[in-house]
């Protein structure tokens, strides 16, 4: 395939960049990075721990490519941990962290965003649509509040949020400098979470809204792979995600019942990943 991206003004580029986790589904990732090249804009990829085979197969991909930046952890960081080695990385104003298994769906997605961002100029999160494939639904958003010591989260789509997916958004880095980077003890699950929480202990709530003109389409497919089935079963551990939420609550001394078990049930379900175990 034949890439011709597309001429966007210097500062559009400047202000902005791509951010990516990569731990196997190769696949998946190799058409996330397709979706966003088209507008030649700088992507920054974290290989978290991927086997070698597929490590090779990303590095062959991107080094056709001027745009794009591949680097190495020692070792499986975890999201929170990756995410701040991301951070650490790049320089621009601007983040946009998304996970692997995601696409952009809208063409002039990064117009849109500066068109967004003139307009908003002290929002410090944009959160785009995001349609999830796999439940045949959009994605629900927004905000969390502390009453007593619980935690509670409040759906709404109309527009100001505090809290955002920390795998689909576009982010300023001035945030990160105001609350700290991600907590790096949280390995994976609720540091998104975490991090909103800690917005409001400051008094300070992280300032977001939706952004509805840009479209993003997330997949949970079956796994087809043992890399892939590894990092399933990584990603919905329960004693990691136990770990984080039993953390972030003492931490915060707030309880908070997020109903995690039963959502890691239903990844893993929908991502057929047990299937694979049985077909050994």
């Known amino acids: 395939m ?26 998946q990732t190799l058409e996330c990075l397709q979706s966003f090249l088209f507008s030649n804009i700088r992507i920054v990829i974290l290989n978290n721990g ?5 490590r090779e197969i990303l590095e062959n ?37 998304v996970d692997s298994d995601i696409v952009v769906r809208t063409p002039d997605w990064l117009e849109v965003f500066h068109r967004h961002r003139r ?23 927004g905000s969390v509040r502390i009453e007593g010591k619980r935690l509670i989260r409040e759906h709404d789509d109309r527009g100001s949020i505090n809290f955002f997916p920390g795998g689909a958004a576009f982010v300023r880095r ?18 998104d979470v975490e991090l909103a929480v800690r917005a409001l202990r400051l008094h300070a709530p992280i300032r977001g809204s939706l952004i509805h003109d840009i479209e993003f389409h997330h997949a949970h497919r079956a796994v087809t792979t043992a890399d892939d089935q590894y990092a399933a079963l990584t990603r919905y551990d329960k004693l990691f995600l136990l770990y984080s939420h039993l953390h972030l609550q003492a ?23 047990m299937d694979l175990v049985t077909a050994r």
């Open 2 to 27: 034949v890439y011709l991206p597309l001429l966007v003004p210097k500062y559009m580029k400047e202000s902005l960049v791509v951010c990516l986790l990569f731990f196997e589904r190769i696949d």
């Open 251 to 273: 931490k915060h001394d707030i309880v908070y019942d997020a109903g995690w078990m039963h959502w890691a049930e239903e990844q893993m379900r929908l991502m057929r990943v």
């Open 174 to 191: 001035s945030l990160f400098a105001r609350l700290g980077p991600y907590d790096p003890v949280m390995f994976v699950g609720d540091e």
């Open 119 to 141: 307009a908003a100029p002290e929002t410090e999160v944009m959160v785009p649509c995001m349609f999830n494939v796999h439940e045949g639904r959009y994605n629900g958003y």
């Open 61 to 97: 991909f991107c080094s056709r490519f001027h745009n794009i930046d591949l680097y190495d952890a020692p070792e499986n960081l975890g999201v929170a941990r990756g995410r701040n080695e991301l951070l650490a990385r790049t320089s621009e104003p601007w983040l946009l962290f």
């Open 50 to 54: 991927s086997s070698r085979g597929n």
